[in-house]
């Protein structure tokens, strides 16, 4: 039995939520939690007694994992007793637990300690099904951070060109469903569209899924032509909850549909769309500058040269974006070979081990390790803040993912972001002294281990 014992202390912070006009919504959208989690369990407490004045400490047996498994089946938890000025304003919940009682935990890993969000819970339930691997290896096409703006909401309604709402042109509704109860149901997903002046129905589709428990999930998808200007109320009712919108619809005087020409692609980028949905002119293709990912609108014949050249590139890269999983000091076994195969959470992956160490990486280092690319543009990065290294790593089905780099910023302006900090050798026990990130992507997954001044590859089997 393996048991792990970091801390795990649970968040009070209450992030800055959207008003909606809505019934029996939940205050996060499911979606949320999951994906602003690096963890998430249902585990049974085994222990419990005093760690402190104001805290427990728990055992707790791992039940099921429904998010990044861990090779432990048994955690050791440090909580805060009942805060009850938050219980009673319901911003908070009771986070004592019982012997025996089971627990939904979802875990926020930070400097090597797991974190409890304020919204894991008590449940007299598990997934029925379990979720198997292929269940849990998904991503959703929005973001849904803490931090992404605009705020994430599983209804999106848009038409061809962003923010611009016609008549006679038609307005696509999507619903991102998720079920939240612990066995398999059928769901009916209800699309509302009224006339917000005198409440007349417009439209009424009702469509049905089929979801997996815990975790089940599914984009729901309709469409709605108006044929009059005006505001309109757009309404989808799922499990019980009500979730809605309104869009100002304009009259569409020229009688041009959606093919209109869109603004620049700097306007358009300024206006707040993301640089992946720019619109470009008919007959033009988006690229994106190599340098600093600025959105261009080229001719295609043009694209293979400016691409072969270095000068620009076909996908866009979120250049502060995390990897699936990060792990610190987290002693895998095979962690000291130089090439093999390893296993990580019950993954295999090839490993191989780069002649150079992790302070003298040559700028523009790139290896193909197992049909993946893996390329450090700057090489080694000595800050104030510590040692860091970019990393690109390119897939074989053409998508990247990169980590720091200099990214374009909302005002036209560009930023340096910085990439995986390279971990010390020295310093106090609780110094981090390994780091291994791993993929979003994940056929193949890959990533790379910093340990002991060496940078391993990793791609999985």
């Known amino acids: 039995m393996k048991i792990l014992y970091p801390m795990i202390l649970f968040l009070a912070v209450m992030p800055c939520l959207i008003t909606l006009h809505a019934y029996g919504i939940p205050p996060i959208a499911p979606q949320v939690e999951y994906f602003n989690s690096d963890t998430v369990l249902i585990g049974k407490v085994l222990t419990a007694e005093p760690y402190s004045p104001t805290q427990m400490k728990y055992h707790i047996q ?4 429904l998010k990044n498994p861990q090779t432990q089946d048994i955690i050791t938890v440090i909580a805060d007793g009942t805060n009850k000025t938050l219980v009673e304003r319901g911003l ?26 304020y919204f894991s819970h008590s449940t007299d339930s598990l997934c029925d099904p379990a979720p198997t691997k292929d269940d849990l290896n998904f991503s959703l096409s929005q973001d849904t951070r803490f931090s992404a703006l605009p705020a994430y909401s599983p209804l999106r309604v848009e038409t061809g060109i962003p923010n611009l709402f016609r008549v006679d042109d038609t307005i696509l509704m999507h619903y991102d469903t998720w079920n939240r109860h612990f066995t398999t149901k059928t769901f009916d997903v209800e699309f509302d569209v009224k006339n917000e002046t005198n409440g007349e129905l417009l439209s009424n589709v009702t469509k049905q899924v089929e979801l997996k428990p815990c975790i089940g999930h599914q984009t729901v998808d309709t469409s709605f032509i108006p044929k009059k200007a005006g505001t309109y109320e757009i309404d989808v009712i799922f499990d019980n909850s009500l979730l809605g919108t309104t869009v100002e619809v304009e009259h569409n005087v020229s009688g041009v549909k959606l093919e209109a020409v869109p603004l620049s692609p700097m306007q358009q980028f300024k206006e707040g769309i993301k640089p992946e949905y720019v619109t470009c002119w008919k007959g033009l293709q988006l690229i994106f500058k190599a340098e600093d990912q600025t959105p261009i609108c080229v001719k295609p014949d043009n694209v293979k040269k400016l691409v072969s050249r270095g000068w620009a590139i076909l996908h866009y890269h979120d250049p502060a974006a995390k990897p699936k999983i990060t792990l610190y000091d987290y002693s895998y076994d095979g962690i000291d070979k130089d090439n093999g195969t390893v296993s990580i959470n019950d993954q295999t992956y090839y490993q191989t081990t780069l002649s150079y160490s992790a302070y003298n990486l040559p700028k523009r280092t790139s290896v193909s390790f197992q049909n993946v690319t893996f390329a450090f543009p700057q090489g080694s990065l000595s800050t104030p803040g510590g040692g860091f290294l970019m990393l690109d790593m390119t897939f074989p089905d053409g998508s990247e993912e990169i980590y720091g780099g200099k990214a374009l910023v909302q005002n036209g302006s560009a930023t340096e972001i ?3 900090q390279i971990p010390t050798q020295y310093g106090p026990h609780l110094a981090v002294n390994s780091v ?12 790379i281990t910093i340990c002991h001044d060496n940078i391993k590859l990793l791609v999985s089997k």
């Open 418 to 420: 910085s990439g995986i």
């Open 436 to 447: 291994t990130v791993l993929s979003s992507h994940t056929i193949p997954q890959a990533g």
């Open 92 to 117: 908070a919940p009771d986070t004592v637990y019982d012997v025996g009682q089971n627990a939904l935990l979802y875990l926020k890993n930070e400097n090597g300690n797991y974190v409890a969000w």
């Open 62 to 65: 791992v039940e099921q994992y």
